[in-house]
């Protein structure tokens, strides 16, 4: 977690999602990467990091990342959950332009390149 203050966490999954949707994300974000699951320690460093901050949660769209939300759900009940479309199942290969459009209506400024000819 990053010492300098972001108001917006997006997690994710894996670091090619954490990497895909950095280049994607135009605003100051924190993007954290639970490697698919999470421990209860790790957990309890979250609740206490993500406490005044705008949480966002991007899992990929299959059993894992399903059981990573309800953990999210039952921790984060402020978190704003984020769905890319079940036909690209994970966010690492979802195409840039549906993850702009994603993020965006979560209000997350993206560069405008990815959004060209939605």
Known sequence: MNDSYVDKVLIVEGKSDKKKVKSIVKEPVEIICTNGTISITKLDELIDFL????????VDADEAGEKLRKQFKREFPHAEHLYIDRMYREVATAPVKHLATVLLSANIDVHTQYLENC
């Open 51 to 58: 406490e005044d901050k705008e949480v966002y949660i991007l």
